[in-house]
T-cell receptor, first 115, second 114 residues
């Protein structure tokens, strides 16, 4: 069963505007972590932000914030004030505490920032 | 901190040949992971090590694949008798032990099997 679902294959946003990338997940674990990574055309995966399942506050890192809704099992990434350099693939990933130690990734969303 | 490095960055090989990739993790990290990424998909887990012990292998890791981390530092991933379906990006990542630690990825090795 797919554990991470990213329903937006591609998104467009105007420079300086905010954009939300969707991510839903499925797990029976009570303890887990959610991660977002950026993959530019160069191919390297760049860690952006982390949210633990027991964290009460939504995670924020600079222009990135994670809209975590535990009951809905969603962990959407919000990028504020988009920049041209934000154009890339974005992957949501999950790591369960009792399950596999590796990350399970979604299929990704390609974000294109337009000037 | 020099980050995770992988070598080679690109490899073109003929079907049936063996290939070996190397990953050097961040030195303080005791966990090392291998993933495979095909075009248009997210990375898929292959295997991971804690220090020199290989603790988990995905069912994607067929008998033709073998990975080692002999001294708990660098790791190698070998593919024997390559097939065209092995063409992919092979990503290595490392992290501290613990579920909350992010994994840092290397630049990947792109394998093309002709």
């Amino acid at each position: 069963a797919q554990k991470i679902t990213q329903t937006q294959p591609g998104m467009f946003v105007q420079e300086k505007e905010a954009v939300t990338l969707d991510c839903t997940y499925d797990t029976s674990d009570q303890s887990y972590g959610l991660f977002w990574y950026k993959q530019p055309s160069s191919g390297e995966m760049i860690f952006l932000i982390y949210q633990g399942s027991y964290d009460e506050q939504n995670a924020t890192e600079g222009r990135y914030s994670l809209n975590f809704q535990k009951a809905r099992k969603s962990a959407n990434l919000v990028i504020s004030a988009s920049q041209l350099g934000d154009s890339a693939m974005y992957f949501c990933a999950m790591r369960e505490r009792t399950g596999r130690r590796a990350l399970t990734f979604g299929s990704g969303t390609r974000l294109q920032v337009q000037p | 901190d020099t980050g995770v490095s992988q070598d080679p960055r690109h490899k073109i090989t003929k079907r049936g040949q063996n290939v070996t990739f190397r990953c050097d993790p961040i030195s303080e990290h005791n966990r090392l992971y291998w993933y495979r990424q095909t075009l248009g998909q997210g990375p898929e887990f292959l295997t991971y090590f804690q220090n020199e012990a290989q603790l988990e292998k995905s069912r994607l890791l067929s008998d033709r694949f073998s990975a080692e981390r002999p001294k708990g530092s660098f790791s190698t991933l070998e593919i024997q008798r390559t097939e065209q379906g092995d063409s992919a990006m092979y990503l290595c990542a490392s992290s501290y032990t613990g579920p909350n630690y992010e994994q840092y990825f290397g630049p990947g090795t792109r394998l093309t099997v002709t």
